[in-house]
């Protein structure tokens, strides 16, 4: 067997179509039930509308809270749909007032007013099933990589939820779009997350000072965009939490650490990895839980006697770590994270740091396996271990 070449790392914390189309014919339309979350309205009048006079004469709301919305106007024909997340299971309205004009000024003196109600939580089963840092579960949609997707549901309600796949939006934001597009629609990114009188910071920018994410709270929600600075600082992600959902969650880590939470948390970056690999054109790794003991004890350790590195005290290195474990290969990489309170935002962390990023994406590797373990914090250390055999 040659001899293992290793490459190792570590990181700190830090479909809108329409279903259907009505005519504005009369004053209301009648309420509807069980609409798509991303359904496109389109009004039509009996004369061409003059776009200037939209703005303030259309809007759609939950309550007493608006929806930010995207119109357009073509000819007679006046189109609306929401540019954020709507919830399931949810009452909401669209408004437009009778005045509305035409290209001649004058007003169409036709106001509608439609009730609608989102559908029902999606019946379908979740192929696998993730605990969380909050009172929420993720619940991953498919086994396809390139259909990767998570929902957070906390009992039948959708509390959160995280995008990845390129082309696909949430919050008026496209996966693929750029830093600069999400600071025109909402600007600076909030500074701290408030609990209990409390105020926790949130931290965007790395070692090197690169904005790498922002949060922002956009309706009933607390929403990331993590941004890839190897890519000109496109949206790589999005993941979002309910305001109500967060406020679960006591301080920066989830508290409550058990062994079905670690495991959760090991896995769910296993399908991180591996839908990044997929979307770069890389097969997917081996996921190998049997060897994660392998990585547990590096993690316990750091946790334990406050260092990170991936050389214990007793002078032991990933090499030896993996070999002791019993493993066979001829490449090996580790990767270590810190300080970041979930999966995703150790995965995104780790994405943009040039080496850990190399490993993620080295096309001679075949396995991994994943070690988590917290310090008295809650904090989790994550060990991963990534080999060819």
């Not at 798509?36 to 061409?48: A, G, H, I, P, Q």
Request: hydrophobic share 35%; proline share 3%; aromatic share 12%.
């Amino acid at each position: 067997m040659k001899k293992p070449t290793a490459v190792m790392t570590i990181v700190a914390s830090l479909l809108f179509i329409a279903l259907f189309t009505e005519v504005a014919a009369a004053k209301t339309w009648p309420s509807f039930s069980n609409v798509e979350l991303n359904k496109e309205w389109k009004v039509t009048f009996n004369r061409d509308i003059d776009p200037r006079s939209i703005d303030r004469n259309v809007y759609m709301s939950k309550g007493s809270t608006k929806v930010a919305i995207a119109t357009s106007v073509s000819g007679n024909i006046l189109t609306v749909k929401p540019t954020e997340q709507l919830s399931y299971s949810s009452d909401y309205q669209l408004v437009v007032s009778p005045n509305i004009t035409d290209l001649n000024g004058k007003v169409m003196n036709e106001a509608v007013t439609v009730l609608f109600t989102t559908v029902n939580v999606p019946s379908q089963p979740a192929y696998k099933t993730f605990e969380s840092e909050y009172d929420m579960t993720w619940n991953m949609m498919s086994e396809d990589y390139k259909e990767f997707y998570l929902i957070g549901r906390t009992a039948s309600e959708e509390t959160g939820g995280y995008e990845t796949r390129s082309g696909q939006s949430a919050f008026g934001i496209t996966v693929g779009a750029n830093r600069t597009d999400v600071e025109k629609k909402y600007g600076e990114p909030i500074h701290y997350i408030s609990k209990d009188r409390v105020n926790y910071t949130q931290n965007y920018k790395d070692s090197n000072g690169n904005k790498t994410s922002g949060t922002y709270v956009i309706g009933d929600y607390y929403v990331t965009f993590f941004y890839d600075i190897h890519k000109s600082n496109i949206v790589r992600s999005i993941t979002w939490v309910k305001k109500t959902t967060e406020a679960t969650k006591p301080g920066f880590f989830r508290t409550a650490t058990t062994n079905a939470y670690r495991d959760s948390l090991e896995e769910m970056m296993v399908h991180l990895i591996n839908q990044t690999r997929v979307a770069e054109g890389l097969h997917p790794l081996i996921y190998t839980p049997q060897h994660n003991d392998i990585g547990r004890k590096h993690s316990a350790d750091m946790a334990m006697n406050n260092y990170f590195s991936h050389t214990d005290p007793d002078g032991n290195t990933a090499l030896r770590r993996m070999q002791a474990g019993g493993l066979m290969f001829s490449w090996y990489g580790e990767n270590l994270a810190y300080g970041q309170y979930s999966a995703i935002y150790a995965h995104e962390a780790l994405m943009n740091s040039k080496g850990h990023r190399d490993n993620i994406l080295r096309e001679n590797f075949t396995h991994v396996l994943v070690g988590v373990a917290f310090n008295s914090k809650g904090a989790p250390y994550f060990t991963i271990n990534f080999y060819r055999q």
